[in-house]
């Protein structure tokens, strides 16, 4: 259960980071990546929300792995 509790949150902390990704997009009027003027902080926030979606994806499957030994 505390796993699935730290699931759910990471999950919501990356919808949260994704907001705050496409407000600087929106703010900057910059929206490919791979411009060099793409704003640094939309870059550090894509950044930390892919570190957190590699946790996560860690995490569901030590669950899956939990659930079958069960």
Do not use: C, H
């Not at 699935?4 to 407000?23: E, H």
């Not at 946790?55 to 939990?66: F, G, H």
Request: net charge negative; no cysteine; hydrophobic share 45%.
């Amino acid at each position: 259960m505390k796993l699935q509790a730290l699931i759910g949150d990471l999950r919501w902390r990356v919808q949260l980071l994704d907001a705050d990704i496409q407000d600087e997009e929106k703010r900057t009027g910059i929206f490919d990546i791979s411009n060099n003027a793409y704003p640094i902080l939309a870059r550090n926030l894509r950044t930390r929300r892919d570190n957190l979606l590699a946790t996560i994806t860690m995490l569901e499957s030590r669950l899956a792995e939990t659930d079958m030994a069960a």
